[in-house]
């Protein structure tokens, strides 16, 4: 194995790597390997070996797995991650009283905002790259989110209080949201926001 495992590593998954065609690439696996992948094959887990190859790269390079010091420490940019129970979240949340949900719930948007820039490599984030933190939202487990108009929609959102996931969204986005529903998807009006605004404007 090469000495430089990471920069490798970067170097095969960045944008410049890929050709125009395909190459043939044979990769020895070992039985229990073999095994492994054949189950997630039959139990319909996986529809082949090489969808489950491309879905690991994806993976590798929109978690940064490259960054993670295995067993241990795992980093996505300046931010360290950790895969955490949502009941546990939930037991947090609900010790904290819920006249401050919103408030807490920006600060943690804001806390967001600046490892989503650092990570993403954004001078700031802005309505015309939303799609790019909404991915990586996703990625990250947070939910699927998507824009429609002025309307702002939340699926499957790891957070389940609203008011927090509203808070969330405001300091990561530097808008203000209105909640149109409390079942979700979560449908949020977004009302205030130089940023959304764009969006309306047009």
Do not use: H
């Not at 073999?34 to 993976?59: A, N, T, Y």
């Not at 360290?80 to 401050?100: D, G, S, W, Y």
């Not at 905002?113 to 939202?137: G, H, P, Q």
């Amino acid at each position: 194995m090469p000495s430089d495992g990471k920069k490798n590593s970067n170097q095969f998954l960045g944008k410049n790597s890929l050709s125009s065609s395909a190459r043939r690439t044979t990769i020895i696996l070992d039985k229990e390997e073999r095994e492994f992948i054949d189950s997630l094959i039959r139990e319909g887990k996986e529809p082949g070996i090489k969808p489950l190859i491309s879905k690991m790269l994806d993976v590798y390079r929109n978690m940064m797995v490259y960054d993670w010091r295995f067993p241990g420490e795992y980093y996505c940019g300046i931010s360290r991650i950790a895969f955490v129970n949502v009941e546990i979240i939930n037991i947090l949340i609900q010790q904290t009283p819920k006249e401050k949900w919103r408030e807490i719930g920006r600060k943690m948007g804001a806390g967001l905002k600046v490892s989503m820039e650092t990570t993403l490599d954004m001078a700031a984030i802005t309505r015309d790259n939303w799609d790019s933190v909404f991915k990586r939202l996703r990625v990250q487990g947070f939910g699927d989110f998507y824009t429609k108009d002025k309307y702002l929609l939340a699926k499957t959102p790891f957070i389940n209080e609203w008011d927090i996931l509203a808070g969330v969204l405001e300091g990561l986005l530097e808008v203000e949201l209105d909640l149109k529903n409390t079942i979700p998807p979560l449908v949020f009006e977004v009302l205030k926001g130089s940023n959304a605004l764009q969006a309306k404007q047009a």
